[in-house]
């Protein structure tokens, strides 16, 4: 289990959303080294698309350009999924949801799908809002 810290933030007249990201891991079985994954990310509205699009650049030289995928009724659940991955082999497929708990509260799940085949939960996180 490792720490995780986020943080959102409006830029540039409000147009993006700017997410920074810091995932800290320590030794584990599989992996006897601590881990430290960054990311930074932008949210925008494609208005020819007529959809959200996350756009994340990681640390390990991954660029990941999501769509919306799906919205849930309530607004709870977002899902973006990507329409494409850089700095990867051919045919490898990203998907995060964001599942709003409570208004200072929620959890993602990133999953990864090789090349013809499902997906498959690399991770999951709950965020809380620092007090």
């Given at each position: 289990?490792?720490?995780?810290?986020?943080?959102y933030?409006?830029?540039?007249?409000?147009r993006?959303?700017?997410?920074?990201?810091?995932?800290?891991?320590?030794?584990?079985?599989?992996?006897?080294?601590?881990?430290?994954?960054?990311?930074v990310?932008?949210?925008?509205?494609?208005?020819?698309a007529?959809?959200?699009v996350?756009?994340q650049?990681?640390?390990?030289?991954?660029?990941?350009h999501?769509?919306?995928?799906?919205?849930?009724?309530?607004?709870r659940?977002?899902?973006?999924?990507?329409?494409?991955i850089?700095?990867?082999a051919?045919?490898?497929?990203?998907?995060?949801?964001?599942?709003?708990?409570?208004?200072?509260?929620?959890?993602?799940t990133?999953?990864?799908?090789e090349?013809?085949?499902?997906?498959?939960?690399?991770?999951?996180?709950?965020?809380r809002?620092?007090?």
């Amino acid at each position: 289990m490792g720490k995780a810290e986020r943080e959102y933030t409006f830029t540039l007249n409000d147009r993006f959303i700017h997410v920074v990201n810091k995932s800290i891991y320590p030794p584990q079985e599989k992996n006897k080294q601590d881990e430290t994954h960054e990311d930074v990310g932008y949210i925008s509205y494609d208005k020819a698309a007529k959809k959200f699009v996350l756009r994340q650049f990681h640390i390990e030289g991954f660029v990941n350009h999501y769509f919306i995928d799906s919205i849930s009724e309530d607004g709870r659940t977002l899902v973006f999924v990507t329409a494409a991955i850089e700095n990867i082999a051919p045919g490898w497929r990203g998907r995060e949801t964001y599942r709003i708990v409570s208004d200072d509260e929620f959890i993602e799940t990133f999953t990864l799908a090789e090349p013809g085949k499902d997906f498959v939960t690399y991770s999951e996180t709950r965020f809380r809002r620092k007090p």
